[in-house]
């Protein structure tokens, strides 16, 4: 219960971060905002890692096919979403 | 402090850095370097968690880098070439695409971490029963799995519709009435059809018989008209919760079974993933559902909101997987996805639940169109590069026409053009629901080259639009319609508008009379100091640019 607790509260305060943070970005930014937060987003990959990356016996070949399965859509946000908001918010930095 | 610890601070370097690539979103000056914090924060975030002890959990042997080596290169190699070939217009498609991917992903991760959490020899590895904190650590991973698959379908198949629709291969136009029919009797069937799934599993006692019976209720009350008696709206609301509520019951029940748990050793009944993948079905369906209907101008309020859930698909799984990286990063992204939503909505002043499941449309009491269009002027090029000689103040309004039409680039040169011959002073408005996304009008100019300090917010250049000599509006029709504030019976009445009808002289650039995505016409066109120029965008701002040239 303990664990679950701590981890609301984090999630909570960083719900209320994120607010904060986010109202300042200007509309003109709002789709690199998107982009930019989609990548984030793709953090999932942390978990892709450990699900595709665990071996042993024990371990169920299942998971280890849906963890890569899952680690290839995540490197695609991450990669892919990192690279598109670096490749408009050049633009906009430009003159 | 052992490994897993150091891995932890590594992730919270990671977290802070994602906050801070947030932070510096605010400002074009900053904003590059805010994205590439990020990028190092996942980089940071990846490398830990290779290094985490994680890993050895079911075997010393260390780490299966084929799987890994294989996931990250395909993604990667998919990733940087979609980022870098996409063309500036279709960048709503990508994001709604990498929002289902962000779905998808969280999804099979919850999947993965729950099929090996309940692998049978994960049990019988750890002798004895379960201690308490266990008990509680294996509730909320179910919990947190639940949610996650939810969440995580609803964003993916939402996705891929909105994807379809925004690259127009999912043209098909149902009646909403049918789609929400379909929601509805096919969620009550959902509803039963897992009570009745509860009791044929644990057998009729007086718990699963409550459940059942609740499930028959909750359909009742949520098929009820609602209008039929007050309170009826807050007790479905509540039907709608308890409904998920006994969704969460029937496929954590189905996953796991409570003498499973505390007879460790015993060959488990526990195999059955069918509920999940029920539950992930149903919640596609959903997402289907919930963007079928949606299309065209109320596309940035879904991609908003897609991109909200994608956030909090990820911190479920955070849940699933106890990891606080991906609950913060997940948190902050949800948080970024409701705000926009929000911004979205008040911009068109409709609600989030009118956007979802209304009709746009004509009310009866809509001016006819001819009527309406009686004393339109049309104009041409030359007449244009004529006034605009006399013209000290010119502003430009973008809509998603001028997406379709590529003419971003020509209405760059147009303005510096002007700029150099007669000195105007040019500046760009752009509502925030121009486009097909949150900001789509400011990516293109940006990528035309159009210095950022020229694109103005909606609310900046109402005040000064009266000053204007010239008003140009390029593919937008509905946020520059004055029915908005002067007809309160209008489908748009009420929604913030570009004042465009208050400047001197406003041309707008059309092919057509055609109305925009709310159907009603537009008064502006007919107006005394409005002029129709009938054309491509593109073409439209070509001739100009020749007519000045000649002149």
């Known amino acids: ?95 | 402090m052992d490994a897993q610890h150091l891995v932890n601070l590594a992730y919270l370097v990671a977290a802070v850095l994602f906050i801070f690539d947030l932070k510096w979103m605010a400002h074009p000056r900053t904003a590059v370097r805010g994205n590439r914090a990020g990028a190092l924060g996942m980089l940071i975030a990846v490398i830990a968690t290779l290094c985490s002890p994680a890993f050895q959990e079911y075997s010393t042997a260390g780490i299966g880098w084929t799987y890994i080596l294989i996931g990250l290169g395909v993604g990667a190699a998919i990733g940087a070439f979609a980022a870098l070939r996409i063309k500036m217009t279709s960048m709503p498609e990508l994001v709604g695409l990498f929002n289902g991917f962000g779905g998808a992903a969280s999804i099979l991760v919850a999947a993965a971490a729950i099929m090996a959490a309940v692998s049978s020899d994960y049990f019988t590895l750890r002798q004895g029963p379960l201690a308490a904190d266990d008990e509680a650590r294996i509730l909320q991973m179910q919990i947190a799995t639940v949610v996650t698959a939810l969440i995580g379908s609803v964003t993916l198949f939402g996705s891929f519709v909105a994807f379809g629709k925004l690259a127009e291969f999912l043209a098909v136009k149902w009646k909403l009435h049918t789609w929400q029919k379909l929601v509805k009797y096919g969620f009550m069937a959902a509803v039963i059809g897992g009570g009745v799934a509860y009791v044929a599993t644990f057998g009729f006692g007086l718990y699963t018989a409550v459940v059942l019976v609740s499930a028959v209720l909750m359909c009742v009350v949520l098929n009820a008209k609602s209008d039929s008696f007050p309170g009826l709206k807050a007790l479905k609301m509540v039907s709608l919760l308890g409904s998920l509520l006994l969704c969460v019951i029937v496929v954590l029940h189905a996953d796991m079974r409570e003498d499973v748990l505390v007879t460790i050793g015993k060959p488990p009944l526990i195999q059955d993933f069918s509920a999940f993948w029920a539950l992930v079905a149903v919640a596609g369906l959903l997402g289907v559902c919930l963007t079928f209907s949606i299309g065209g101008a109320d596309m940035p309020v879904v991609i908003a909101l897609l991109n909200s859930y994608s956030g909090l698909a990820a911190a479920a799984t955070g849940f699933v997987i106890n990891n606080n990286v991906l609950i913060i990063s997940g948190a902050l992204v949800g948080a970024s996805g409701i705000i926009l939503t929000n911004i979205m909505c008040k911009a068109m002043n409709r609600s989030l639940a009118n956007v979802m499941f209304a009709k746009l449309g004509p009310t009866s009491d809509t001016p006819d169109a001819e009527e309406v269009y009686k004393n339109v002027k049309v104009t041409s090029a030359d007449e244009i590069a004529m006034m605009l000689e006399t013209c000290e103040r010119v502003v430009i309004v973008p809509g998603y026409g001028m997406a379709v039409a590529q003419a971003q680039h020509a209405v760059r040169d147009f303005a510096s053009l002007i700029h150099e011959k007669y000195g105007c002073e040019v500046e760009y408005s752009v509502h925030p629901v121009a486009g097909r996304m949150p900001g789509h009008m400011n990516v293109l100019l940006a990528e035309a080259n159009v210095p950022y300090e020229q694109l103005k917010e909606m609310d900046e250049t109402n005040g000064t639009i009266e000053q204007a000599d010239m008003v140009l509006v390029v593919g937008a029709n509905d946020v520059v319609n004055p029915v908005a504030r002067t007809d309160p019976t209008s489908a748009i009445a009420g929604m913030p508008i570009i004042d465009v009808d208050r400047a001197r002289t406003v041309v707008v650039i059309k092919r057509s009379l055609s109305p925009g995505f709310a159907g009603i016409p537009n008064p502006l066109f007919a107006m005394d100091n409005a002029l129709m120029f009938f054309n491509d965008g593109k073409d439209a701002f070509v001739q100009i640019i020749e007519a000045i040239k000649e002149s």
């Open chain 1, 1 to 95: 219960m303990e664990v679950l607790i701590m981890l609301l509260t984090i999630f909570v305060l960083a719900i209320l971060v994120g607010f904060e943070v986010i109202t300042k970005v200007p509309p003109t930014l709002h789709t690199p905002l998107m982009s930019g937060s989609n990548a984030i987003s793709g953090i999932a990959i942390v978990g892709a890692l450990l699900a595709a990356g665990t071996i042993g016996p024990a371990y169920p070949t299942a998971a280890k096919v849906l963890g890569t399965i899952a680690l290839v859509f995540a490197t695609v946000n991450v990669v892919g979403g990192f690279l598109v908001t670096d490749r408009m918010l050049r633009m906009f930095r430009k003159r």
